[in-house]
């Protein structure tokens, strides 16, 4: 059965902090890794992985997949409470299914 | 619990014609949302509707597009007077509240010929 699989749950930091959420995924005919913030409304797309090894930037964030190990990363340096959300990552398949994570609930203390 | 269901799962009209997409959302859902998604580009948020309500259609352009959730049956997006620009995935998903528990549906694919 695909899943994928993020950590940790939750996370609390205090602003000005760097974090990393990861995902891991196990997924037939995968395609793509996708991560979305999602505060109060739909989820807003950040970035679309489709190749191993390759930084995407944008900003304070970032994000890397590894291929071979099924996983990637989500980084934010310098968090600001504006920061705070819920951070999806879902594994986009061939025959355009989409799987999501349960998301990281990510918290900034001011 | 059948998950969100979309129909049709793939869809041809020509050029002028018009589209409906459905979305009937996971049972105990009350929030809607429609994504579009062009070759090689990630889910482009379209249009969040709760029952009866829109809450919020940033996504949506201006003209031919348009959505709706009544208060019985599914959501639907209707796009007038079709163009091969239109021609792409269109996802739904549905939850419970506006923060968690996203579901998406399987999508319906749009070809416009």
């Known amino acids: 059965e695909d899943k994928v699989v993020q950590s940790p749950l939750s996370l609390v930091v205090h602003e000005g902090d760097t974090v990393t959420l990861n995902c891991s995924y196990e997924v037939t005919n995968f395609r793509s890794l996708l991560w979305y913030k999602q505060e109060k409304k739909a989820p807003t797309f950040l970035f679309m992985l489709t190749s191993s090894g390759i930084e995407k930037k944008s900003g304070r964030l970032s994000s890397i997949l590894d291929k071979k190990e099924l996983f990637s990363i989500l980084n934010i340096t310098a968090t600001q409470t504006g920061d705070s959300a819920v951070y999806l990552c879902a594994a986009y398949r061939g025959d355009d299914k989409i799987i999501f994570g349960k998301g990281t609930r990510l918290h900034i203390l001011p | 619990n059948a998950g969100v269901m979309q129909n049709p799962r793939h869809l041809v009209r020509r050029r002028g014609q018009e589209a409906r997409l459905r979305c009937s959302p996971m049972?105990?859902?009350?929030?809607v949302y429609w994504y579009r998604q062009l070759p090689e580009e990630g889910l482009k948020f379209m249009v969040y509707?709760?029952?009866?309500?829109?809450?919020?259609e940033s996504g949506m352009p201006k003209e031919r597009f348009s959505a709706e959730f009544p208060k019985e049956g599914p959501s639907i997006l209707r796009i007038q007077q079709v163009v091969r620009g239109d021609s792409a995935a269109y996802f739904c998903a549905s939850s419970p509240d506006s923060y968690y528990g996203y579901t998406f549906g399987s999508g319906t694919r749009l070809t416009v010929v």
């Open positions: 049972k105990g859902h009350s929030h």
């Open positions: 509707l709760q029952k009866e309500n829109i809450i919020d």
